[in-house]
């Protein structure tokens, strides 16, 4: 789909299922811990409406209490980041876009992403703890439409337009970040509108990313022959 934009200046990246490989985290260390039979209920009824994701957040996190911080460390670092991604990452930090990453998550889960990247803005949940174990509760920094607040809030800081800010996203969730950008891409994506809101669908992760961007004069503001 043809793009005739300015250079990227502000990449707004979701994490789980677009840089990092299982689609929720939450659902990953459920599996690990034993607990994903506990958690299933839970999570049919914050799909059903029934419960708000709030409420679900605080459900979820209780099944963790007690487990060392350590260890979920660990089991965390098993779910690997996506081919491509890391030459993404890369790539924009080299062309001077701030990138920034957001996430329903949790920082135990985007920290690690944001220090090996030098990546400064970072939005999550937090997980609660005290003498290095889960206390099973949780703050919920990532509300519905807190991750469209954030990307605004990035833009107002950096004079951002929409023409030079990309967001990159996997579920219907991040159609609110699509709204925010002028260049938007689905990977994997779990929603047809998401798919149909992007300008390009990277399957099954995000190995030709960089190549498309470079293509576009996305990241040093020269298209390529």
């Not at 509760?137 to 509300?143: G, L």
């Amino acid at each position: 789909r043809g793009l005739s934009l300015p250079r990227l200046r502000l990449a707004v990246l979701d994490v789980d299922g677009t840089l990092k490989e299982a689609e929720s985290p939450y659902q990953f260390l459920h599996a690990r811990l034993g607990v994903a039979h506990l958690a299933r209920e839970n999570r049919e009824l914050a799909l059903a409406g029934k419960i708000p994701p709030g409420e679900w957040l605080r459900r979820d996190v209780a099944l963790w209490a007690g487990q060392p911080v350590d260890k979920i460390r660990r089991l965390l670092s098993e779910n690997p980041i996506l081919p491509g991604a890391a030459e993404l990452l890369v790539a924009l930090k080299q062309a001077g876009v701030v990138v920034a990453l957001v996430s329903a998550g949790f920082t135990l889960n985007t920290d690690p992403l944001a220090a090996e990247f030098g990546i400064e803005h970072v939005l999550a949940n937090e997980l609660l703890y005290e003498d290095g174990t889960l206390s099973g509760k949780a703050i919920n920094r990532v509300p519905h439409g807190g991750k469209a607040a954030f990307a605004r809030d990035l833009m107002a800081q950096l004079r951002a337009g929409p023409e030079e800010t990309l967001a990159a996203g996997d579920t219907k969730v991040d159609l609110e970040l699509f709204d925010c950008a002028g260049v938007r891409i689905a990977v994997n994506p779990r929603s047809e509108a998401l798919a149909a809101a992007a300008h390009v669908v990277f399957e099954p992760d995000l190995t030709g990313a960089v190549a498309w961007l470079a293509a576009r004069g996305l990241l040093d503001g020269s298209e390529s022959p």
